[in-house]
């Protein structure tokens, strides 16, 4: 049984910083792409960030230069550090791991208050 459990959301102030993390079992990790993907009240979700099985890594332009993903396969972990972080980064996210099939995990709610 494949799972992906978020953790690491909550309330922060804007400028402020957040590491999500994404712990995944029931897949083999290092041969799947991860990613993070987030969705706000009323809007669809949007990609956000993803690391391919070997280590590229693609950003949206709106967190360019404030997030990083990262993985750690002795962990089957993936990071999201978001850094200098804006009420428009507030949302549900989502982990994504992704090879044949698409996964995804339950989500954690970041917060981000002006």
């Known amino acids: 049984q494949v799972q992906l459990v978020e953790s690491g959301g909550g309330l922060v102030q804007a400028g402020g910083s957040l590491r999500l993390s994404c712990a995944a079992s029931?897949?083999?990790?290092?041969?799947?792409?991860m990613g993070w993907y987030r969705q706000a009240p009323g809007k669809q979700r949007e990609f956000v960030a993803r690391i391919t099985s070997g280590g590229s890594t693609n950003y949206a332009d709106s967190v360019k230069g404030r997030f990083t993903i990262s993985r750690d396969n002795s962990k089957n972990t993936v990071y999201l550090q978001m850094n200098s972080l804006k009420p428009e980064d507030t949302g549900v996210y989502f982990c994504?791991?992704?090879?044949?099939?698409?996964?995804w995990g339950q989500g954690t709610q970041v917060t981000v208050s002006s």
């Open positions: 994504n791991s992704h090879r044949v099939v698409d996964y």
């Open positions: 029931g897949i083999f990790f290092s041969s799947n792409d």
